[in-house]
C-alpha cells in the first residue's frame, strides 16, 4: 500500500482519553489478554492487578507520547486515493516511529509495533525469496505458505497477520490482510489464489518516513525475537521447502502476487537465487529429473543472454560518450547521474533492437539484476563506476572511470535507426536520448499538442447562416464566422455607401447580436450602423465557446469538442508552516499528461518530495488531481509542461507567497 509516498499531515498530539480509548479498542480488536491474579499476573504491593495490567498494555501499543496525523496516499493501477491515520510515538529509549496505522475504522500495526508486542497478530511463514517479493509490494500466494498445514487458528478471512522468512522465522517483516481463511487450509502445494495481501512492509515509504522525522528509521531488523515463533507447526520444514521456485510474472509490481510451485524429487535440493536477480546464477538440480529443468535452463540462458546486451550497451554508451567528448573532464557527463538517466541515456539508445520481439524481450526486469539500481551496483563491483545511495533508496553514479580497458578497447557494432524507447519497458536502439531524469513510458513526453476555440450559433442567429447555406447547429472557427458573416451583409446590401467600415443593422443583427445591454449596445442601436470589426467582435459573444486540444496528428473532425473555453492549467505558489513555500499544479489531465508521472518526474528535477491528490471541490465523478512540489518550483514545472507539448500561454502562475500591498 505504500509502496508510493504518503502525504502526511502535520502530527498533533493525542488526548490521554482519546489515547486509552484507542488503545482500549485496539486490545478489544486484537483480544490481546489483559494480566489479571486469574491469569497469573503478581503485582507488586499497593497495585491494583486490573489497572496495572491494562495501563502496562496500552503503553506497549500506543505510549502516551503518541501523535497523530492524517494521511493520503495513491493506490494500485488505477491510483486509487485512499485516506487514514498514522499514530507515532516511542517505546522507552527508542526514536519515533510510526506504530499504528488506520485505515476505514481498523488499526493496522507496523512492523515495529509487532516487534515490540510478540503474539500480538497470527504469525505465517514463506521462504526468504518469497519474502523479498513481498517486500516490494506483492501479495503473498496460498502455494507461497510455509509449516503447515497446520496453520495458525486465528489466520481467517480479514484478519491481520504478520509474516516473516522461514531463515528467521520469529522476526516478522511484513504485515497483511487475509484474502482466504488460511487457518482451514488442508493442502497449499498446487493451489491457486491470493492468500494475503500485503498492506506494510519493512523498508516501504511509510518505514522511510519514520527515518525522515526520527533519523534512525526502523532499523535494522534484530535476528530474533522472543515471544514469536512459539509453534514451528510441527516440523519437516526441510521437506516441505526442497524444490521451492517462484513464478514471476513481467507485470508483476501492477498486479502483485508471488505464486511458488513444488517439484517433486528424490534427492537432492533446489536452488532458486536467479528468481531474485541477486547473483544471476543458474538454477540447478541434483537428481534424475532432468526434462523438468529444461525449461528453466532456457530460461536461464536468456536472461544470461539479455545481460551480457545490457552490459555491452552500457560500454558502447561510455565509449560513444568518450570518444565524441575528449576535450571535457567527465566527457559529456553531469555528475551524479540518477539511475533512470543512466538507463535512458546510455543503455537504452544503445541497445540493437530492430523487431518490436526484441524490443518485448530487451527490458531491465528480465536481466539477473531486474532493476536499475542492481545493475549499477553490478558495474560498481566491476570497477567501472561509483554509486552512492540517497535517502528514499534512489541510487546515483557519483564518478566512471572512463580510462578502463572493457570502454576504452571497446568495439562498436552497428545501430538500427530508430529512437530510444522507455527506460522501464526496456525497449531501445537509434541515437534518440531521452531527457535525464525522465522514464519514456510516459506517453506524453514528446508529444505535439493544438489548442482549437470553436464557436457554436445561438438560435436567435441562425437566419444569419441562411445566406451563405451554412448550419447554425454547426461549430466554426472565428474566421470560419467571419466569412459568414460577410456574406449576410454582402447578400443584404448592409454595408454603408459613405463608409466601408460601417455596417447599417437590420432588425435581425438588432435584435440577435446587440440585445441593448451595454452603453455600447444602446449607442449602436441610436446610430442604426456598427464598425465593422465591432460588429465581428460582438457576433462572438453572442456565440457559445467550444473547444478541442489535437495530440499528434489528430484531426479536428476525430476529436468530440468540449463546451466551455479551453482551460488553463494553474500554477500556485503558495507559503505553509510560516516561510515555507510549496508550488501547486492542477488542470493537466485535459492536455493528455497523466499527474502522477509528471510528479514522478519533479521528484527527481527539483530533488523535492511530491504528492498528488484529489483538488478540493473537484468533482468526485470527474476528479481534477493536483500535484504538490516542496519549494517554489515555477520554473521546473513550466519546462516540464513544455516537454509535453503545452505552451506557456496556456499556463496560468498565481503567487500567493508576495506580501499584499498596503
Not at 424 to 442: F, H, L, M, R, Y
Request: proline share 6%; hydrophobic share 35%.
Amino acid at each position: 500500500m505504500f509502496k508510493k509516498k504518503p502525504n502526511i499531515k502535520a502530527l498533533a498530539p493525542i488526548r490521554s482519553s482519546d489515547r486509552r480509548r484507542i488503545a482500549d479498542q485496539i486490545i478489544a480488536d486484537y483480544g490481546v489478554e489483559v494480566p489479571t491474579k486469574d491469569n497469573g499476573y503478581q503485582p507488586q504491593d499497593g497495585q491494583e492487578p486490573a489497572n496495572i495490567g491494562v495501563g502496562a498494555i496500552r503503553n506497549a501499543l500506543l505510549p502516551d507520547n503518541s501523535q497523530s496525523a492524517r494521511f493520503t496516499t495513491t493506490t494500485g493501477k488505477d491510483l486509487k486515493q485512499i485516506s487514514g491515520t498514522v499514530y507515532v510515538g516511542s517505546h522507552p529509549g527508542q526514536q519515533q516511529r510510526v506504530l499504528w496505522i488506520k485505515l476505514d475504522d481498523r488499526f493496522i500495526p507496523t512492523v515495529y509495533t509487532l516487534w515490540m508486542n510478540p503474539g500480538l497478530v497470527p504469525l505465517l511463514h514463506t521462504p526468504n525469496v518469497v519474502l523479498q517479493k513481498l517486500r516490494g509490494g506483492a501479495d503473498l500466494m496460498t502455494p507461497g505458505l510455509a509449516r503447515g498445514p497446520p496453520f495458525p487458528s486465528k489466520a481467517v478471512k480479514g484478519s491481520v497477520v504478520a509474516i516473516a522468512s522461514v531463515e528467521k522465522p520469529s522476526v516478522p517483516m511484513v504485515v497483511g490482510v487475509c484474502e482466504v481463511d488460511v487457518a482451514s487450509l488442508q493442502e497449499v502445494r498446487g493451489a491457486k489464489g491470493h492468500a494475503v495481501r500485503g498492506e506494510h512492509w519493512d523498508g516501504d515509504e511509510i518505514w522511510a518516513w519514520s527515518q525522515g522525522v526520527a533519523g534512525g528509521g526502523g532499523g535494522n531488523a534484530p535476528d530474533g525475537i522472543d515471544g514469536w515463533d512459539s509453534d514451528n507447526g510441527g516440523g519437516g520444514l526441510d521437506d516441505r521447502l526442497k524444490h521451492v521456485a517462484i513464478e514471476e510474472s513481467d507485470d508483476e509490481q501492477i498486479d502483485g502476487g508471488v505464486t511458488l510451485t513444488a517439484a517433486q524429487s528424490s534427492e537432492g535440493t533446489a536452488r532458486n537465487n536467479f528468481v531474485e536477480g541477486e547473483d544471476g546464477e543458474p538454477s540447478e538440480r541434483v537428481g534424475k529429473e532432468e526434462k523438468e529443468l529444461s525449461t528453466k535452463a532456457a530460461l536461464v540462458d536468456e536472461t544470461t543472454e539479455i545481460d551480457d546486451i545490457f552490459w555491452q550497451a552500457l560500454l558502447y554508451g561510455l565509449h560513444s560518450h568518450r570518444d565524441t567528448n575528449k576535450t571535457d573532464v567527465h566527457h559529456g557527463l553531469s555528475f551524479p547521474v540518477n539511475q533512470s538517466a543512466l538507463i535512458s541515456n546510455l543503455v537504452l539508445p544503445f541497445l540493437p533492437i530492430t523487431t518490436p520481439t526484441q524490443a518485448a524481450t530487451l527490458n531491465i526486469k528480465k536481466t539477473s539484476w531486474k532493476n536499475a539500481k542492481k545493475f549499477i551496483k553490478a558495474l560498481e563491483k566491476a570497477r567501472l563506476l561509483k554509486s552512492k545511495d540517497r535517502d528514499g533508496g534512489e541510487c546515483v553514479v557519483v564518478g566512471i572511470d572512463f580510462e578502463d580497458p572493457a570502454i576504452t578497447n571497446f568495439v562498436p557494432y552497428r545501430l538500427p535507426k530508430k529512437d530510444a524507447a522507455s527506460a522501464e519497458s526496456g525497449s531501445g536502439g537509434g541515437a534518440k536520448v531521452i531527457t535525464t531524469g525522465v522514464s519514456s513510458s510516459d506517453s506524453s513526453i514528446g508529444q505535439r499538442l493544438k489548442k482549437i476555440d470553436l464557436y457554436k450559433p445561438k438560435e436567435q442567429l441562425a437566419p444569419v447562416f441562411t445566406a451563405p447555406g451554412a448550419s447554425h447547429h454547426a461549430l466554426y472557427l472565428p474566421t470560419e464566422l467571419r466569412s459568414i458573416i460577410n456574406s449576410y451583409i454582402e447578400s443584404e446590401n448592409l454595408t454603408s455607401d459613405t463608409n466601408k467600415r460601417l455596417i447599417n443593422l437590420d432588425p435581425i443583427l438588432a435584435n440577435a447580436v446587440f440585445d441593448g445591454s451595454t452603453p455600447l449596445d444602446r449607442e449602436v442601436l441610436a446610430k442604426g450602423s456598427v464598425p465593422r470589426e465591432a460588429l465581428m467582435d460582438r457576433f462572438l459573444k453572442s456565440t457559445s465557446p467550444y473547444h478541442v486540444i489535437l495530440r499528434n496528428d489528430e484531426s479536428r473532425e476525430s476529436v468530440q469538442a468540449k463546451a466551455g473555453h479551453c482551460p488553463k492549467i494553474l500554477i500556485t505558489l503558495e507559503t505553509r508552516s510560516g516561510n515555507k513555500t510549496v508550488t501547486k499544479l492542477s488542470g493537466v489531465e485535459a492536455f493528455y499528461i497523466h499527474p502522477q508521472s509528471l510528479a514522478d518526474e519533479l521528484q527527481k528535477a527539483c530533488a523535492s518530495s511530491t504528492s498528488v491528490g484529489q483538488l478540493a471541490g473537484s468533482s468526485p465523478k470527474k476528479p481534477v488531481m493536483e500535484v504538490m512540489v516542496q519549494g517554489p518550483q515555477k520554473d521546473a514545472m513550466v519546462k516540464a509542461l513544455e516537454k509535453r507539448g503545452v505552451n506557456r500561454q496556456w499556463v496560468e502562475v498565481v503567487d500567493k507567497t508576495k506580501g499584499k500591498k498596503k
